[in-house]
């Protein structure tokens, strides 16, 4: 099988060097042989099946697609990263705002009821108003001198405050 195997493969590279010659094939000792002359009173002319050529195809750059979408990735990745940076970044800061306005004993939005709670005590009335999964909220805080201070919250969070100066 082997020898088959290796004239078949020499024959086929040989083939263009001698494609007008003639080529036999015949069997010797139970194996199959191929040669320019006949080798046994058995032996047949052979005449191979053309080649067939097909044309190669575009490959495509695999290395470039790589390189493209590792590009792609970590632009994402660094957009991404830069808007979590941002938005830490003003997460801090508004704590740093808020750490301030209750250091002076001052109410400003972002804070939460708790925190109002811990500035200006318990509420004298509230106002409670549910829209569309929207919960808003009033504190109304009276003082002896006749002022007044309204706190809003939408969803347990500051919105604004407005203040009324006593009579």
């Known amino acids: 099988m082997f020898r088959f195997s290796l004239a078949a493969t020499l024959f086929l590279a040989l083939l263009p060097f001698g494609a007008s010659a003639e ?6 000792d139970g194996t199959t042989v191929f040669g320019d002359k006949p ?6 002319a052979y005449t191979p099946k053309p080649l067939q050529v097909v044309p190669a195809t575009k490959v495509p750059d695999l290395a470039k697609q790589y390189d493209q979408r590792i590009s792609k990735e970590t632009q994402e990745r660094d957009k991404a990263n830069e808007a979590w940076n ?4 003003a997460q801090k800061k508004q704590a740093e705002v808020i750490r301030n306005a209750r250091v002076e004993g001052k109410v400003i939005a972002g804070m939460d ?3 109002v709670r811990s500035i200006l005590g318990k509420p004298y009335s509230t106002s409670h108003n549910e829209n569309l ?3 808003r909220e009033g504190w109304t805080y009276k003082y002896p001198d ?3 201070t ?3 919250f939408k969803d347990g969070v500051v919105t604004n405050t407005s ?3 006593g009579k």
């Open 86 to 89: 941002k938005e830490h970044r």
């Open 39 to 44: 080798c046994a009173d058995d032996a047949q």
């Open 146 to 148: 006749g002022s007044r």
């Open 150 to 152: 309204v706190v809003y």
């Open 163 to 165: 203040s009324k100066q």
């Open 113 to 115: 009821q708790e925190q």
């Open 23 to 28: 080529v036999f094939r015949c069997q010797k």
């Open 133 to 135: 999964g929207v919960v």
